[in-house]
């Protein structure tokens, strides 16, 4: 093989552009003992690429789906998902319980002195009323500090 070729090749190896069969005629090359000196250094790639598939593993990998349960982990898993279930009832008794309490004491409340509650909003509106119109009566002194500052201004 020329040399021109397979620098050609290796270049499109290293910009991963080259196909499985320009690959395998690298790896004949470099795994062959005419490696010009230049390229040497390209050797041990190849070498450890041809290793790894020599390798055979002496586990076999199993594959597992997230959603399948695992023997260690049910009863963990289970004791979780009743004291979730447990915790969620327990809420809903307390609010149901707290609810109930709530309806006995709004049962049990005095009657409202509508006459009363009357009385009161209308004392507060005329004290709201007097500070009005306090503050419309600050507002005209306000006026005539205004009227006094122009004056000397334009003076």
Do not use: C
């Amino acid at each position: 093989m020329e040399l021109s070729n397979i620098k050609t090749l290796l270049d499109k190896y290293l910009e991963a552009e080259t196909t499985l069969a320009e690959e395998k005629v690298l790896e004949t090359y470099f795994l062959s003992d005419h490696v010009t000196p230049e390229l040497q250094e390209y050797i041990p790639l190849f070498n450890f690429f041809e290793n790894e598939r020599s390798l055979e593993t002496s586990e076999e990998i199993e594959f597992k789906m997230p959603f399948e349960v695992e023997e260690k982990r049910s009863n963990r898993s289970l004791i979780y998902k009743w004291s979730g279930i447990a915790a969620s009832v327990a809420i809903l008794v307390s609010v149901f319980i707290f609810s109930q309490q709530q309806k006995d004491t709004v049962s049990n409340q005095a009657p409202v002195e509508y006459e009363l509650a009357m009385q009161n909003t209308q004392d507060l509106l005329l004290m709201m009323t007097d500070a009005v119109s306090n503050g419309k009566k600050q507002l005209t002194y306000l006026k005539e500090i205004n009227q006094t500052k122009n004056q000397l201004i334009n003076k």
